[in-house]
């Protein structure tokens, strides 16, 4: 499968003359701008991202609700280093969109989607949710977009590409329908639906952010690129609404938002609990930051990093959104500073840095800029810009609702069956690392029965890399009774598969949530 040329059906409209200033309401149909400036804005957006992760990065996943303004959040000289000395890990929303920055500098923008599959699945980093889940899938031969479709990930609607999108809008700028283009393909190595969504919109967000200085205007007209009917798409024209209504307090916003959309019914880790890693409420979380920001850096990614849950790459994202919007030169410098001892570091498991990043973007943007019909010269830059449209619709876990989460918490020898009554099931568990695991390479083999039928066979590996989120899903199965049953065909006497819970899901929508928690 090609990323082929697109071709995009926008009316040909005449060159404007001179140069067009970026308008602060809606774009012109061409924008020109120099060289200078694009790189400006490009690498705004790579420094505004790891500027963002850093700032949030002590607070994620510490508050399943609003951080509250008396807990300080610190920003001192040298903590960016600190993070790349000690905790590299932090910066997986940035290393992530590497991957598929260096695929497409080594193979061009035509590369094979199986190139991004292959550069993901075999990456040395930890995966988690649905980036590890396609990663499972991708090694064992389920290939994009199957390996992020939600029967096979029950991490689908979760945020994984909405922090990995960033390249695709630094390399689309001006061009909305460029950077949905090169979102597809990728996005759904892991994703499908509103997790899809969640890295198109963002994505859109960072092209619209390089031709225009409205922070409204572009969380408005990004939406657009997202099918009405989705949740996604009304989650987030709520949030645009309640702050036309309550344009001092995003505390208000983000009530009434996360109380409208904060039940999450396909991670398996979110469903009935206050744990929240879905792209909605993460992408609302988003452009918060963004609209009661009002284009102060500080504020931008501090009430993105406030709202909670993933509070280390919502602001990486608000951070980076809105660093391509003013451009590097304009990040004040109170947030640069400690940025500039890591600007030729390499992130780590890659050999890229900030700064060669944004040489790979900027390489990147001139040959979208010429693909759809721009012009690249000496010095300036011609886009054509694009009027978004929305993406095709899809939707994860349809008629699927959860009813019962059982905890389990014994080892797989001692469950004899698991029984239910509904039409999916989703099982978690994890391989009791045997010693010296990392050294011997095992690789747990499992045998899942359904109704007395062999369903799969689960490779569980005692090194982090190469897992799957669960050791079972099934769903879409004949509403009634079923029987799950396991044979661990490789047991090691110093090994164990302990089954942590399972959730079940029913096609009877008048199951609520109250009848769940009472269940």
């Not at 900027?362 to 012009?375: D, H, M, P, T, Y």
Request: aromatic share 14%; hydrophobic share 35%.
């Amino acid at each position: 499968m090609k990323l082929g040329k697109i071709i995009f059906s926008i009316a040909v409209l005449a060159l404007m003359s001179g140069t067009a200033s970026i308008s602060a309401k809606g774009v012109p149909s061409q924008v020109r701008m120099s060289k200078e400036v694009l790189k400006d804005k490009i690498k705004g957006g790579w420094a505004g991202q790891t500027i963002g992760c850093t700032y949030g990065g002590p607070t994620e996943f510490k508050y399943n609700g609003i951080i509250p303004a008396e807990t300080p959040i610190y920003w001192r000289d040298h903590i960016v280093k600190s993070w790349f000395d000690r905790s590299p890990g932090l910066y997986d929303d940035v290393y992530m969109d590497l991957t598929f920055v260096e695929v497409f500098q080594k193979e061009g923008l035509d590369a094979p989607v199986e190139s991004f599959a292959n550069a993901f699945a075999k990456a040395p980093y930890p995966l988690w949710h649905a980036n590890k889940q396609g990663r499972y899938n991708i090694l064992h031969g389920v290939m994009p977009p199957a390996s992020g479709h939600w029967e096979n990930n029950p991490h689908a609607d979760d945020i994984d590409f909405q922090i990995e999108a960033d390249y695709a809008g630094l390399m689309a700028p001006g061009m909305v329908n460029a950077a949905s283009y090169y979102s597809d393909a990728i996005g759904h190595m892991m994703n499908y639906g509103d997790g899809w969504y969640g890295g198109v919109y963002v994505a859109a967000m960072y092209a619209l952010a390089f031709v225009s200085n409205d922070v409204e205007f572009v969380v408005t007209e990004a939406l657009k690129t997202i099918p009405s009917q989705s949740k996604f798409y009304k989650g987030m024209a709520d949030i645009i609404k309640w702050y036309k209504q309550y344009p001092k307090n995003w505390e208000t916003t983000w009530a009434l938002f996360t109380g409208k959309y904060g039940y999450d019914i396909g991670c398996p880790d979110g469903v009935n609990s206050p744990f929240n890693i879905d792209a909605v409420i993460n992408s609302g979380y988003i452009i918060i930051g963004l609209l009661y920001g009002q284009k102060d850096f500080y504020k931008t990614i501090d009430i993105s990093t406030r709202c909670g849950q993933d509070s280390d790459c919502n602001p990486a994202s608000s951070g980076g959104i809105l660093g391509c919007m003013v451009g590097y030169s304009n990040i004040p410098e109170f947030w640069k500073k400690p940025l500039y001892e890591v600007e030729d570091v390499p992130f780590v498991y890659t050999d890229i840095s900030v700064n060669k990043a944004t040489e790979y973007s900027f390489s990147q943007a001139l040959q979208v800029i010429e693909r759809n019909g721009g012009k690249v010269g000496g010095d300036y830059v011609s886009i054509k810009t694009q009027k978004p449209q929305a993406v095709r619709y899809e939707k994860s876990f349809e008629g699927h609702y959860p009813v019962a989460k059982t905890d389990v918490k014994k080892g797989i020898g001692d469950v004899k069956e698991i029984r239910f009554n509904g039409n999916g099931i989703v099982v978690k568990g994890h391989l009791y690392k045997v010693p010296n695991y990392h050294e011997r390479g095992y690789e747990a083999k499992l045998e899942v029965y359904l109704d007395g039928q062999l369903s799969t066979t689960m490779y569980v590996p005692s090194a982090n890399n190469g897992g799957s989120a669960e050791i079972f899903y099934k769903y879409n199965l004949p509403e009634g009774e079923h029987v799950v049953t396991f044979n661990f065909l490789n047991k090691e006497s110093d090994s164990n598969i302990v089954v942590d819970n399972y959730l079940v899901y029913t096609s009877d929508e008048s199951k609520t949530r109250a009848d769940y928690a009472n269940m």
